[in-house]
Antibody, heavy 124, light 110 residues
């Protein structure tokens, strides 16, 4: 059974970078695609971005200038870095395994395994 | 304001049936596949439906999905109190180049 677990600071000061790591167990990061998704308190889900098994990335345009997602297959981990955070970045951050491919009916993009989530608060 | 529109809340009695709608457009639902997620209170979302109507292993057939044009629907039959949760639809938006989610629907089983 694939399991994901987020780790990183729960409190980040405004204007500083946010860094989180997702450790994958029960499976390999190789050959799969991985995403970060966040959820502000009491609100809905927002997709942050995605890293393909090839190493290429795809980011939410609203966050693209501040986001970097990377993968370390040797450690079976992938990471999120979000620069220059503000209070609006306060959220529960989830890592997830993504399944995505094109066929004649369109693009299939869904998340079959999720981490438990980690709350990151931006405050001085 | 979410790209996909869901009703904020729905309710029904134990044993009954409920449907949750998800409305989008030609750049998302109409031309891409829809997935649905269940988020029990205080937990991470869980995949319920993918590829419009397929259930992952372990998801009971009380849960079903369908899609028609620019809308998708999640159906739940034989409601249980344990089904009380927030439900989200999601898909790719080809114009925005982003995964989009609905705003979520809170299901209450009275």
């Amino acid at each position: 059974q694939v399991q994901l677990r987020e780790s990183g600071p729960g409190l980040v000061k405004p204007a500083e970078p946010l860094s989180l790591t997702c450790t994958v167990s029960g499976g390999s990061t190789s050959g799969y695609n991985w995403s970060w998704i966040r959820q502000p308190p009491g609100k809905g889900l927002e997709w942050i971005g995605h890293i393909y098994y090839s190493g290429s990335t795809n980011y939410n345009p609203s966050l693209k200038s501040r986001v970097t997602i990377s993968v370390d297959t040797s450690k079976n981990q992938f990471s999120l870095k979000l620069s220059s955070v503000t209070a609006a970045d306060t959220a529960v951050y989830y890592c997830a395994r993504a399944r995505n491919y094109y066929d004649i009916s369109g693009l299939l993009f869904y998340f079959d395994y999720w981490g438990q989530g980690t709350l990151v608060t931006v405050s001085s | 304001q979410s790209v996909l529109t869901q009703p904020p809340s729905v309710s029904s009695a134990p044993g009954q049936k409920v449907t949750i709608s998800c409305s989008g457009s030609g750049s998302n639902i109409e031309n891409n596949y829809v997935s649905w997620y269940q988020q029990l209170p205080g937990t991470a979302p869980k995949l319920l439906i993918y590829e419009n109507n397929k259930r992952p292993s372990g998801i009971p057939d009380r849960f079903s999905g369908s899609k028609s044009g620019t809308s998708a629907t999640l159906g739940i039959t034989g409601l249980q109190t344990g089904d009380e949760a927030d439900y989200y639809c999601g898909t790719w938006d080809s114009s925005l180049s982003v995964v989009v989610f609905g705003g979520g629907t809170k299901l209450t089983v009275l």
